[in-house]
């Protein structure tokens, strides 16, 4: 999404003859704001400020806009002079004037995304130079051959991938780029914030998690509004993430190519694990999209993802339940009555597994993308547990036991490579492609190598100590 600015009048759908001249602006992660010369409401309300009004109507340039969910955040009024008033505006719909919220409604959508295009890993042009006899250029011929939409039947509907091109249409320059687009369709007419939660936000993550970089929007319409044959196109405020490098296939965890023929499965098995698993999905790729994030904190949210994800997918208890509820008893017998509600309090989770024997149990499901990483299971689970208890609680007492600068950096990485698996079985894979996919990662291998290079330094140490 760039920045965009739009001149026009603005009027309420009740009071179409009474419109005021302003404008709309738009910036990519900042609120977007109508500031009128002029007034919509004035000071009629009472409260100047905080009027909110559900649906603002434009005319621009060529074009009709819809501001939808609009809070008024500023009213003047001067004598001589004239009322002003600045709007938030939480939505805009390009190409469209509706006239009530309850319009405002979809069952398709089209996006493009940062790294969308990256994922698809297609180059379909060609080049064709011809040279003369004397090594001269003669022609040079570009060949474009549009690639066919892949779709996925899920449940809910249709996703697609398909795609499109642009050309500036100078005449002394070429610059001519393929579009690609991922297409979502739905079995119902729901809102756009439904669209957005249930569909949009879990195709950008499965892209997150694919390209191993944070994806976002960068436009979004919506096609064949009304069965006229006319799109819609929308503005709204996100965190936007500028593309920063192209990627290569080793930048990523898989491409479109790696799975085109279970697209189908793997996107229904991705939304039903998002619907199961939104929270660990959250925690995980929270630090995807906030690369700033502290690594203290990146640390402790891919350690509770890690034992999230145990604790849902994984046996959650150490005894049968029975069994446990014998124990129990047989404890609270033996227990003097002031102590009895406390202690029986305090037994709540007592038979759940530590969080060292679920990082054991999760090391030993990902062992083969693990071992690479990980020579020995019980001594990183350890560090990851203390690391967690004293980021955690700060207990001074495992201070020097918890990890921190380059080495907190390299087991929040092999945690993340833990977890990527878990979410590739997740989509279907066996171990064996798990580790197929992963160890074609870039980041990965390097991380395999710094494991090679760490351990002949720590081995040479030793020689050395003991001569």
């Given at each position: 999404m760039n920045n965009t600015e739009y001149q026009g009048f603005w009027w309420l759908p009740s009071n179409p003859n009474e419109s005021v001249a302003g404008v709309l602006t738009f910036k990519p992660s900042e609120i977007i704001e109508l500031k009128l010369i002029g007034a919509l409401v004035g000071n009629s309300g009472g409260?100047?400020?905080?009027?909110?009004?559900?649906?603002?109507?434009?005319?621009?340039?060529?074009?009709?806009?819809?501001?939808?969910?609009?809070?008024?955040?500023?009213f003047n009024s001067s004598r001589p002079g004239y009322d002003s008033e600045t709007y938030r505006v939480k939505f805009v719909f390009i190409g469209e004037h509706f006239q009530d919220p309850q319009e405002i409604r979809f069952n398709e959508v089209s996006i493009q995304s940062t790294?969308?295009?990256?994922?698809?890993?297609?180059?379909?042009?060609?080049?064709?130079?011809?040279?003369?006899?004397?090594?001269?250029?003669?022609?040079?011929?570009?060949?474009?051959?549009?690639?066919?939409?892949?779709?996925?039947?899920?449940?809910?509907?249709?996703?697609?991938?398909?795609?499109?091109?642009?050309?500036?249409?100078?005449?002394?320059?070429?610059?001519?780029?393929?579009?690609?687009?991922?297409?979502?369709?739905?079995?119902?007419?729901?809102?756009?914030?439904?669209l957005y939660s249930q569909y949009i936000c879990p195709i950008l993550d499965f892209l997150t998690l694919a390209t191993g970089q944070p994806n976002s929007v960068e436009k979004i319409y919506f096609p064949d509004i009304n069965n006229e044959l006319k799109s819609v196109e929308m503005l709204f405020f996100s965190n936007s993430i500028e593309s920063k490098k192209i990627l290569s296939t080793d930048d990523l965890l898989f491409s479109l190519a790696d799975i085109e023929s279970d697209f189908s499965l793997m996107l229904q098995l991705w939304f039903n694990s998002y619907k199961e698993l939104e929270s660990i999905f959250n925690l995980i790729f929270s630090t995807e999209y906030k690369p700033?994030?502290?690594?203290?904190?990146?640390?402790?949210?891919?350690?509770?993802?890690?034992?999230?994800?145990?604790?849902?997918?994984?046996?959650?208890?150490?005894?049968?339940?029975?069994?446990?509820?014998?124990?129990?008893?047989?404890?609270?017998?033996?227990?003097?009555?002031?102590?009895?509600?406390?202690?029986?309090?305090?037994?709540?989770?007592?038979?759940?597994?530590?969080?060292?024997?679920?990082?054991?149990?999760?090391?030993?499901?990902?062992?083969?993308?693990?071992?690479?990483?990980?020579?020995?299971?019980?001594?990183?689970a350890k560090k990851v547990r203390d690391t967690r208890n004293y980021f955690t609680h700060w207990n001074t007492?495992?201070?020097?036991?918890?990890?921190?600068?380059?080495?907190?950096?390299?087991?929040?990485?092999?945690l993340l490579f833990m977890l990527q698996s878990c979410l590739l079985m997740e989509l279907g894979c066996t171990p064996e492609r798990c580790a197929e996919l992963i160890s074609k990662n870039k980041k990965y291998q390097y991380a395999v190598r710094n494991i090679s290079k760490t351990e002949k330094s720590q081995a040479t140490r030793r020689v050395q100590e003991a001569e």
């Open positions: 409260n100047q400020d905080h009027v909110n009004l559900p649906i603002i109507l434009g005319v621009v340039e060529r074009k009709i806009i819809t501001l939808s969910d609009c809070i008024r955040t500023k790294y969308l295009s990256d994922w698809v890993n297609f180059s379909p042009i060609q080049e064709l130079p011809t040279i003369d006899d004397t090594n001269n250029l003669q022609q040079f011929t570009f060949i474009y051959n549009k690639p066919e939409s892949i779709k996925a039947n899920i449940i809910e509907g249709e996703i697609s991938v398909f795609y499109g091109c642009q050309n500036s249409g100078k005449l002394y320059d070429i610059d001519f780029k393929q579009l690609s687009s991922i297409s979502i369709k739905v079995n119902q007419f729901i809102s756009f914030e439904d700033d994030m502290y690594l203290e904190s990146k640390f402790l949210n891919i350690a509770q993802a890690a034992e999230s994800y145990h604790r849902r997918r994984c046996k959650n208890q150490v005894l049968t339940q029975p069994e446990h509820d014998a124990r129990i008893e047989s404890i609270l017998n033996n227990t003097p009555e002031e102590y009895k509600k406390w202690l029986n309090a305090k037994l709540h989770f007592s038979n759940e597994p530590p969080l060292l024997e679920r990082l054991m149990d999760l090391l030993d499901k990902t062992k083969k993308v693990m071992n690479p990483l990980v020579k020995d299971h019980a001594k990183f007492d495992l201070q020097d036991k918890a990890a921190q600068g380059e080495e907190l950096f390299r087991i929040t990485q092999t």
